[in-house]
């Protein structure tokens, strides 16, 4: 009797302890832009619905197993940059001299500890360099030639920058320069609504209540003079504090950079109070659209609330979490 008591308390205590679990997520996104309907087909609509659900499904699996949210977000930003459809490793968009730079982020929302590369051509997966120079260097950032000698160093996979050739991104570099080719470039972009751009991104919570952010891409088709957009630039296309929200931010750079929207919608809700989800829609809606500047952010919050905002007709992302089946969406209306 006094036995079955005992059994039942103690599983009375297990199904507590088990319904207190602190919450894990993951929101990656593919890229924000004047995506619609009428321009892909249903098997271009799939294939991006796909390759999201892979990386969430990946990156999930990581949080469910115990590992941390910078592992997740890693592999979920890995496995979006090896597949050619998204702006970002494999698929990149071509500079202005028909070649590829890259950059990438990496930061950890309970230490604050950063890494980032720009203008990278050689390393296959731009992330795992940003991982390496927060885990392994002194420093935050590191760009061009240097970046690549550390890559070196750190032994990461080299490729020859062809590696990132894709045939439409070539197509698009084309159609930029005969439509725009003397133009300077802030004008050109402002000029071309079909502006190509893309990025990929991730942001988690894991079991610990630890977040993280990710954030890795090509940069803008015809971009010059080794152009850095926001994506390497800690606080405005990636950002994790743990005391207040994860950010991986896509959109036109320029923009991002000179209104740092991921540090910009962390402080607020730090210092006003404002959920990360109020404070993303008010920094994108109301601060960043008036301003001309189009893209979108996907993030995470302490409590692990998952959540996305953006001023483009689409935004390739996805998102699952303890309380959030998986599910991913293209266009503005999905
Ligand atoms: N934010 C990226 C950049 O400006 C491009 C993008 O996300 O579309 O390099």
Redesign the pocket.
């Known amino acids: 009797m006094r036995k079955t008591v005992m059994a039942a308390a103690l599983t009375a205590v297990f199904s507590t302890a088990a319904v207190a679990e602190s919450p894990i997520g993951l929101v990656i996104h593919g890229?924000?832009?004047t995506i619609e309907r009428a321009n892909l087909s249903a098997e271009q609509e799939q294939a991006y619905h796909d390759g999201l659900r892979l990386a969430l499904e990946q990156g999930y699996a990581v949080l469910q197993a115990g590992g941390s949210s910078i592992d997740a977000v890693v592999k979920a930003v890995t496995i979006l940059e090896d597949n050619p459809l998204f702006?970002a490793g494999k698929g990149a968009v071509y500079t202005w001299d028909e070649q590829h730079e890259l950059?990438a982020s990496i930061m950890e929302g309970a230490t604050r500890n950063a890494g980032a590369v720009a203008g990278v051509k050689h390393v296959k997966n731009p992330i795992l360099l940003a991982q390496k120079v927060m885990t392994e260097s002194v420093h935050v950032m590191l760009s061009g030639e240097g970046a690549g000698q550390f890559a070196l160093e750190q032994g990461l996979e080299q490729v020859d920058n062809s590696y990132f050739n894709t045939e439409f991104r070539y197509e698009a570099l084309k159609r930029m320069k005969a439509a725009q080719g003397s133009l300077p470039h802030q004008a050109a972009v402002a000029a071309d609504p079909n502006w190509q751009?893309?990025?990929v991104g991730a942001v988690a919570i894991d079991r610990d209540g630890n977040l993280a952010a990710a954030t890795s891409?090509g940069?803008?088709t015809g971009k010059r003079y080794g152009r850095i957009?926001?994506?390497p630039i800690i606080g405005s296309?990636n950002y994790a504090d743990n005391s207040s929200c994860a950010v991986s931010?896509?959109?036109?750079?320029e923009y991002?950079i000179r209104y740092q929207v991921a540090s910009d919608i962390c402080a607020r809700v730090k210092y006003q109070g404002l959920s990360a989800q109020d404070a993303a829609d008010t920094v994108i809606q109301q601060v960043l659209l008036p301003a001309g500047g189009t893209?979108g952010v996907i993030l995470v919050d302490a409590a692990g609330k998952l959540g996305w905002s953006f001023n483009t007709p689409g935004m390739y992302r996805g998102m699952i979490g303890s309380q959030q089946p998986l599910t991913t969406a293209i266009f503005a209306e999905d």
Request: aromatic letters at 4%; charged letters at 10%.
């Open positions: 890229g924000a832009g702006n950059d751009m893309g990025t891409t940069g803008m957009g926001d994506s296309g931010a896509t959109g036109h750079g991002f893209g």
